[in-house]
């Protein structure tokens, strides 16, 4: 069997996978244009939703809707509380420090969720069932179309609300020049404690969705948090369409490396990509506005 | 072929042209200043001769070496020290280090014979020491020698900036704006050490904009203004240029 | 760095000044090591020394003894990571990776091709050296962020490797039974001798970095460190000297992940993740950037504190995050720094009452 019969199939799958690593690249890019700092535990975002879901569907016996809502709002209070109790004491901090609280925010995140829900891998219900519909020899999931239109809404929202919005342009402000928006009046803490509010949110969404498909588990947000920051680096960090697309890149390239090498190599191939993109093309593929500046 | 010459430098930022055609040659032992207006390209140059910035057309020549497209190191190896307009002084090393960094390239150990504290290197860092206090007394700084860089004063911190140049021995010496942020004295006393540095065979290039520093200690001057070079020669010439003081005044009223 | 604000001082603070002043007798000074030019060897370092071949001796408690030996491991990789990040000012996240090249380098020399541990020792660290310096040529370009995120997909892409290739490694199982450190026929088998092994390459390793620190290298490192544009137009090569700090830190980490293999006698790849690097960078962050003797002290701490946490099981984890978020937040600049910064406020305002006190007169 060659594996080239597989290709359609796993580049569809690709897709999916890529729609949420875009998502996770963007939160990761809000942050970072707010304050510059780069959040580590963005992925535990992704697996918190995804859990706190599963929980108020199974033990709070709450309808779908109303307990991804629920999850969404818990998330976001929780990406409020990591910024006023971690970042915000650390706003003058350097690099390394920043680093290591938000990846001991990631540890304590991640392993109190062990203690709370347990260790077991969870799934949600898909939304429309589970019967695979086959589009031109391909079978996809309904969920993965799912995946796309959220992936899709969100990024709509994300324009508008940066582009569209008074708020958006005052965190661009605060980005580019902390001190001319500081004496604008433009609050750069309360920038930055909006941005990982929204960051959280598309995290928390992003989790909801995928766990149909793949499974989640205490651990699984640390890996999918780095796999979205390459994404984010690959398409060109620090900018929205840049996430996007080495979101989809991302998720297609490591998709089809399935066909050619061993499944186990899977999770380097993200990382490969990593490096071969910092020692050749820093800038990404859509190139970024951070690049010169003092802290990448 | 004189000691240093910059043949009809182009560099732009963002389309903007900050140095145009500029071509400035500098003899050998000699004190050259360099005037001009805010943003007229002075620390462009400086940048470039340093090799921390590529022209976009043109060559610099140092001692008869194309030295254009070095790396910075490469060039300081070649005996190029400079000074920075904003303050880059190691302030986590004491004073006496900064100095002794200078001399990084004249100590000649490797890793592996520094961490084995071989006796060749323990020799060289005695001698490094005692060159560096000789350093430090000559600018005055040897009673804060084992303090903290950034424990000294604005004042003596630009001074030990230009010991740290001193200290790797270079044939030339770029000053950016030494005397910014000096007081009177501190200016007077600038003024005789950069003199008795030339008198040692160092070639300097100043970049200044106290004109009674520049006046009294420059053999020639070069005036620079919106990236173009306007006049050279010695003090009194430009002083007259009609040029010089057009590109002055109207600076002047810009500020105002 | 100092911060030379003169604060005031007030009453109050004598109730932890005090007491910080005592500790400071026996503790070492912060950042302040590469500044001793002249005593290479001081009085303090003689109590170290006591302290260290006396402890296991008066508490003859193996646990405490194998607690010691990972504290040593430990300490030695903070070492290591303290000259890349403490002093030339680069983040690695990938410090475990090198640690794990040791390990797997000994446990594949010794179970496999049956050389010495003597030998495989010294193999470790110039294998771990070796790939730093070519994982380190092409990525050191990288600053900040972008290089802790270079080096942890180096990290993880090691680890997904030692996981698939089998043949070599022994995957997710790992290699057993490698023999206990031994030279000249006598061989390290008990924790107290496997303390004293750690700990004696610790002292050796810990003076080939205070030499390296106080010599033009260290100047360069910390030159690195604070501008790399004034340290390029002195001469010094910038990308050169900072392969050599992460060429040397990866070697200490060899040295480390040698004897540790030869400690627990396995190799399994779930011993040098993400998490290790977090650990270690943390030891050097509390201990201080830019000094010596601070990540040692970190190492005790952290090797002391995991231990103390393992006892709560399911709950150590998030109680570990959760002291990890805390440390920092109260010790932004290292404890050591900052113990340092209160004992200058003591110093300065005695200095300065003395010098009113005169005026006055």
């Not at chain 1, 970072?32 to 963005?42: T, V």
């Not at chain 2, 010496?173 to 540095?197: K, N």
């Not at chain 3, 627990?264 to 290790?276: I, K, Q």
Request: overall charge positive; glycine content about 10%; hydrophobic content about 50%.
């Amino acid at each position: 069997m060659t594996p080239w019969a597989y290709i359609p199939q796993l580049f569809s799958a690709g897709i999916t996978i890529g729609a949420i690593y875009a998502l996770v690249g963007l939160g990761f890019v809000t942050i970072a244009r707010a304050s510059q700092i780069i959040n580590f535990a963005q992925g535990e975002f992704v697996m918190l939703g995804a859990m706190i879901t599963f929980f108020l569907l199974k033990g709070g016996g709450l309808p779908y809707p109303l307990a991804a809502l629920v999850a969404v709002i818990l998330v976001v209070i929780i990406g409020f509380l990591l910024h006023i109790t971690v970042l915000y004491p650390l706003r003058k901090a350097s690099i390394p420090i920043l680093l290591m609280a938000t990846l001991g925010a990631s540890i304590f995140i991640s392993n109190t969720t062990a203690l709370v829900f347990g260790t077991l891998p969870r799934t949600l219900p898909a939304f429309l069932g589970n019967q695979p519909l086959q589009i031109g020899g391909i079978f996809i999931v309904p969920q993965s179309l799912f995946v796309l239109g959220a992936t899709f809404l969100l990024l709509i929202s994300l324009y508008l609300l940066s582009h569209r919005t008074l708020l958006g342009k005052a965190m661009e402000a605060s980005s580019t020049d902390p001190l001319g928006a500081d004496l604008l009046g433009i609050s750069r803490n309360l920038m930055v404690f909006l941005a990982f509010g929204v960051s959280a949110g598309m995290g928390a969404i992003a989790g909801i969705f995928i766990t149909p498909i793949f499974y989640t588990s205490y651990h699984a947000g640390t890996l999918i948090g780095l796999k979205g920051f390459v994404a984010a680096v690959l398409g060109g960090w620090g900018k929205n369409s840049g996430a996007i697309l080495g979101g989809f890149v991302l998720g297609v390239v490591e998709s089809l490396s399935i066909a050619f090498i061993p499944s186990g190599y899977k999770d380097a191939v993200a990382f490969v990509i990593l490096l071969l993109i910092l020692y050749f093309r820093p800038k990404g593929i859509l190139g970024s506005p951070f690049i010169d500046s003092r802290r990448w | 072929m004189s000691f240093l010459s910059v043949e009809e430098i182009i560099k732009n930022y963002d389309g903007v042209r900050a140095l145009n055609q500029v071509s400035l040659h500098v003899r050998k032992g000699i004190i050259k200043g360099l005037i001009g207006p805010n943003g007229a390209g002075k620390t462009t140059l400086f940048h470039l001769i340093s090799g921390m910035e590529r022209p976009a057309s043109g060559k610099i020549y140092f001692k008869g070496t194309d030295i254009t497209s070095m790396e910075p190191y490469e060039i300081s190896l070649l005996g190029v020290g400079r000074t920075f307009q904003t303050l880059q002084i190691w302030g986590n090393m004491t004073v006496v280090e900064n100095i002794m960094a200078g001399m990084h390239t004249r100590l000649k150990e490797g890793f592996l014979s520094c961490g084995l504290w071989l006796p060749w290197v323990k020799r060289t860092e005695k001698e490094a020491l005692k060159e560096a206090k000789e350093i430090l007394e000559f600018l005055g700084l040897l009673g804060r020698w084992k303090w903290l860089a950034s424990q000294l004063s604005f004042g003596q911190q630009k001074i030990l900036e230009m010991g740290r140049a001193l200290a790797m021995k270079p044939e030339l010496i770029l000053l950016d704006e030494p005397a910014a942020g000096l007081t009177a004295t501190e200016v007077r006393r600038l003024a005789e050490r950069i003199c008795q540095i030339r008198k040692e065979g160092v070639t300097i290039l100043v970049v200044e904009h106290h004109m009674g520093l520049v006046m009294e200690i420059a053999d020639e001057i070069a005036v620079l203004n919106n990236g173009e070079l306007i006049a050279e020669g010695t003090p009194d010439v430009v002083r007259r240029n009609p040029q010089v003081i057009e590109a002055y005044l109207k600076g002047a009223r810009v500020d105002a | 760095m100092v911060d030379t604000n003169q604060k005031e001082f007030r009453k109050r603070d004598l109730l932890y000044v005090v007491p910080l002043w005592l500790l400071s007798l026996i503790l070492p000074d912060p950042h302040l090591d590469h500044l001793r030019k002249e005593s290479r060897f001081r009085r303090r370092d003689l109590f170290y020394l006591g302290g260290l071949l006396l402890l296991p001796l008066m508490w003859p408690d193996t646990h405490l003894h194998h607690l010691m030996v990972l504290a040593g491991i430990n300490a030695i990789l903070a070492l290591g990571l303290s000259l890349f990040l403490g002093y030339a000012g680069q983040i690695s996240l990938g410090h475990a990776a090198f640690f794990g090249i040791g390990v797997y380098t000994t446990a594949i020399l010794t179970t496999r091709y049956g050389f010495p541990t003597f030998v495989a020792f010294w193999a470790s660290a110039l294998v771990s050296a070796a790939l730093a310096y070519l994982i380190g040529k092409p990525i050191l370009k990288l600053k900040g962020y972008f290089l802790a995120l270079a080096t942890l997909g180096f990290g993880e892409i090691f680890l997904v490797i030692v996981r698939e290739s089998h043949s070599l490694t022994g995957g997710v199982i790992g290699i057993f039974g490698i023999p206990w450190f031994s030279l000249a026929g006598f061989s390290f088998d008990t924790y107290l001798k496997q303390y004293y092994l750690t700990w004696g390459v610790l002292i050796g390793l810990l003076l080939f970095s205070k030499n390296l620190i106080r010599s033009k290298i260290g100047r360069a490192f910390l030159a690195v460190a604070t501008s790399e544009d004034a340290a390029s137009t002195v001469g010094i090569k910038v990308a050169q000297i900072k392969l050599g700090a992460f060429v040397i830190g990866a070697a200490f980490a060899g040295f480390a992940g040698s004897l540790f293999a030869c400690v627990m006698s396995t190799a399994n790849p779930e011993t040098f993740g993400l998490n290790l690097s977090v650990l270690i960078i943390m030891m050097v962050i509390l201990g201080g950037m830019g000094n010596l003797y601070g990540p040692i002290a970190g190492a005790i701490f952290l090797t002391w504190l995991v231990d103390i946490l393992g006892k709560y099981q399911e709950y150590s984890l998030p109680i570990y995050g959760l002291i990890l978020i805390l440390l920092l937040i109260s010790f932004p600049d290292g404890i050591g720094t900052r113990l340092n910064i209160r004992l200058i406020y003591l110093i300065s305002y005695f200095g300065r009452k003395k010098r009113r006190e005169k005026a006055e007169l």
